[in-house]
C-alpha cells in the first residue's frame, strides 16, 4: 500500500525527500551564475572578507613577536653601560674621545643625545647610556674604555654582530669600579689581540668569557692582571692555537684554589712569564699537556703560589728558556718538585728561583746545565727545610752575581760546591746552622764568606776535583 503511494506521487511529478534536497543544491548552483553583477559582488565581498581576516591575523602575530622582542631586548644598541656619579653636577668620561666617530647614536638616562665623551649628570647616582656603533667596518675597541673608574656595569647586547672588532687591547683596562661585566654572545673571531683587556678590573668577582673564540688571538699578556675579587673563571674552551704571548695571563688571581688549563694548546707559546703569578690560593695545578718546546721566558711563573703543595713539571721542554729566575718565588708550601727533564743550557738567569720555599726538603737539579747563568743570587735563600744540596755539577764561570745564595738555609747541613769557580769574593752564606760540612774547591776557599767556623770543609784539589 506504502510503495503504491510512493510511485503514484512520482507519477503526479512529486520528488521523493532525497531527490528534492538534490534538486534545490542543483537549483542553487544554477541560479548562481557568475556572470550575473550580483553574483560577482558576492563573491568579490567574501574574498575581501578573507584578506581582511589574513591581514589582521599577520598584524597580531607580528606586534606579539615585536612584543616579545621588545621584552628581551628593549633598546637595540651595541652596548648598555651604567656609571656612577658620586655628586650633583659631576662631569664623567663616557669613553675615551678618540672613538667618538664611530659612535652614531647615543642614550642617557632614556634622552637621545649628540655623542659625546664627557657628560655632566645633575645629579649624583647611577646613570645608564646606551651606544650604538657601526658595524660596517672593521674596528678597534683598544683602550676604548681605559682608566674610566666610573664604569661600574657593561653589557653587550647579543643581537649586534662584533664580527668587525679586531683588537680588544686594554678595552677595559684600570676600570676599578667595574663589577659587572656581560659578554654572552661577544663574537670575537677576528680579534688577534686580548692583551690588558681586563687590566686592573680590581673589583669584578665574576666574568663569563666561555663563549670566546680566541682561534686567530696572538698576545693575551696581562689579560687578567689584578683580579683579586674574582671567583672564578672558565677558561675551558680557549683555543690557544696561535697564542705566542700568554705572560700574566692570570696575575693576581687569587681566590680559586684550581684552575683547568687541559684544553690549552701551548706549542706557539713564548712566554709565559708571571703567568700564575699571585695565585695565592692555587693547591694544585695539571700542566701535563703543555709543549714548552718554544717558549723563552718563565721567569716568576709560579710566583707567590703559597698554596702550592706540588708540581710535576717533568713533561717540559726547556732547551730554548732564557730566564728563569723567581720562577718559584714564594712557593712556600712547595714539598716536592720535579724537574727532571729541564734543560738550562741556553739560561742565563736562575737568581731567587727557589727562594723562600721554606718546605722544600729536598731539590733534585743534578741535570742542570749552568754554563750561560751569570745571575745566581738569592737562589735558594730562605730554603730553611732543606738539609743538603749537591751541586757539583754546576758550572759557574760566567756566574756575575752569587750573593747570599744559601741565605737563611737554617737546616742546610750539607753543601757541595766542588765544582765553583768565583770571581770575585761573595758572601754565600748566612743564618746557617752552627755545624754543617762542605765541599769547595782549594783556589776559592778563600773567597766565600760566612762559613760557620765549626763546619768540616772538605778541600778539593783544582786538578783532582772530586778527590778528597
Not at 100 to 122: A, G, L, R
Not at 383 to 389: A, H, K, V, Y
Given at each position: 500500500m506504502e510503495m503504491d503511494s510512493i510511485n503514484d506521487a512520482q507519477k503526479d511529478g512529486i520528488d521523493s525527500p532525497n531527490n528534492y534536497i538534490e534538486n534545490i543544491q542543483n537549483n542553487n548552483i544554477n541560479n548562481f551564475n557568475f556572470t550575473d553583477k550580483k553574483s560577482r559582488k558576492f563573491l568579490f565581498l567574501i574574498i575581501l572578507l578573507l584578506v581582511f581576516i589574513f591581514s589582521i591575523t599577520i598584524i597580531i602575530i607580528i606586534c606579539s613577536n615585536s612584543k616579545e622582542d621588545s621584552n628581551q631586548n628593549p633598546k637595540q644598541y651595541s652596548f648598555e653601560l651604567v656609571y656612577y656619579s658620586d655628586k650633583d653636577n659631576e662631569?664623567?668620561?663616557?669613553?675615551?674621545?678618540?672613538?667618538?666617530?664611530?659612535?652614531?647614536?647615543?642614550?642617557?638616562?632614556?634622552?637621545?643625545?649628540?655623542?659625546?665623551?664627557?657628560?655632566?649628570?645633575?645629579?649624583?647616582?647611577?646613570?645608564?647610556?646606551?651606544?650604538?656603533?657601526?658595524?660596517?667596518?672593521?674596528?678597534?675597541?683598544?683602550s676604548m674604555f681605559k682608566k674610566i673608574n666610573n664604569l661600574i656595569s657593561f653589557t653587550f647586547n647579543p643581537y649586534i654582530n662584533t664580527y668587525n672588532i679586531n683588537d680588544m687591547t686594554e678595552t677595559f683596562y684600570g676600570c676599578s669600579s667595574l663589577v659587572s661585566i656581560n659578554l654572552t654572545n661577544f663574537d670575537t673571531q677576528n680579534v688577534t689581540n686580548m692583551s690588558y683587556m681586563f687590566y686592573g678590573c680590581s673589583n669584578l668577582t665574576y666574568v663569563d668569557i666561555s663563549n670566546f673564540n680566541i682561534e686567530n688571538v696572538k698576545n693575551m699578556q696581562l689579560m687578567f692582571y689584578d683580579y683579586s675579587n674574582l671567583k672564578s673563571i672558565n677558561l675551558r674552551k680557549f683555543e690557544t692555537l696561535n697564542v705566542i704571548d700568554m705572560n700574566n695571563i692570570l696575575h693576581g688571581y687569587s681566590n680559586s684554589t684550581s684552575i683547568d688549563l687541559s684544553n690549552f694548546n701551548t706549542e706557539k707559546f713564548k712566554y709565559m712569564n708571571h703567568m700564575f703569578y699571585g695565585c695565592s690560593s692555587l693547591t694544585s695545578i695539571d700542566l701535563s699537556n703543555f709543549d714548552t718546546q718554544n717558549v723563552e721566558n718563565m721567569e716568576h711563573m709560579f710566583y707567590g703560589c703559597s698554596n702550592l703543595?706540588?708540581?710535576?713539571?717533568?713533561?717540559?721542554?726547556?732547551?730554548?728558556?732564557?730566564?728563569?729566575?723567581?720562577?718559584?718565588?714564594?712557593?712556600?708550601?712547595?714539598?716536592?718538585?720535579?724537574?727532571?727533564?729541564?734543560?738550562?743550557?741556553?739560561?742565563?738567569?736562575?737568581?731567587?728561583?727557589?727562594?723562600?720555599?721554606?718546605?722544600?726538603?729536598?731539590?733534585?737539579?743534578?741535570?742542570?746545565?749552568?754554563?750561560?747563568?751569570?745571575?745566581?743570587?738569592?737562589?735558594?735563600?730562605?730554603?730553611?727545610?732543606?738539609?743538603?744540596?749537591?751541586?757539583?755539577?754546576?758550572?759557574?764561570?760566567?756566574?756575575?752575581?752569587?750573593?747570599?745564595?744559601?741565605?737563611?738555609?737554617?737546616?742546610?747541613?750539607?753543601?757541595d760546591i766542588s765544582n765553583f769557580t768565583f770571581k770575585t769574593t761573595v758572601k754565600l752564606f748566612d743564618k746557617l746552622p752552627d755545624e754543617g760540612k762542605i765541599k769547595i774547591n782549594e783556589d776559592y776557599k778563600y773567597k766565600v764568606y760566612l762559613i760557620p767556623d765549626n763546619w768540616e770543609k772538605i778541600i778539593v784539589n783544582i786538578e783532582n776535583k772530586y778527590m778528597l
Open positions: 662631569n664623567i668620561t663616557l669613553i675615551n674621545s678618540s672613538f667618538i666617530e664611530i659612535i652614531v647614536k647615543m642614550e642617557i638616562n632614556d634622552e637621545i643625545v649628540t655623542p659625546c665623551s664627557y657628560y655632566t649628570f645633575k645629579k649624583k647616582g647611577n646613570h645608564k647610556i646606551y651606544f650604538n656603533i657601526q658595524n660596517n667596518k672593521t674596528i678597534s675597541m683598544n703543595t706540588s708540581i710535576d713539571l717533568s713533561n717540559f721542554n726547556t732547551e730554548n728558556v732564557k730566564y728563569m729566575n723567581h720562577m718559584f718565588y714564594g712557593c712556600s708550601s712547595l714539598t716536592s718538585i720535579v724537574l727532571s727533564n729541564f734543560d738550562t743550557q741556553n739560561v742565563e738567569n736562575m737568581e731567587h728561583m727557589f727562594y723562600d720555599c721554606s718546605n722544600l726538603t729536598y731539590i733534585d737539579i743534578s741535570n742542570f746545565n749552568t754554563q750561560n747563568v751569570t745571575y745566581m743570587n738569592h737562589m735558594f735563600y730562605g730554603c730553611s727545610s732543606l738539609t743538603s744540596i749537591d751541586l757539583s755539577n754546576f758550572d759557574t764561570q760566567n756566574v756575575e752575581n752569587m750573593e747570599h745564595m744559601f741565605y737563611d738555609c737554617s737546616n742546610l747541613t750539607y753543601i
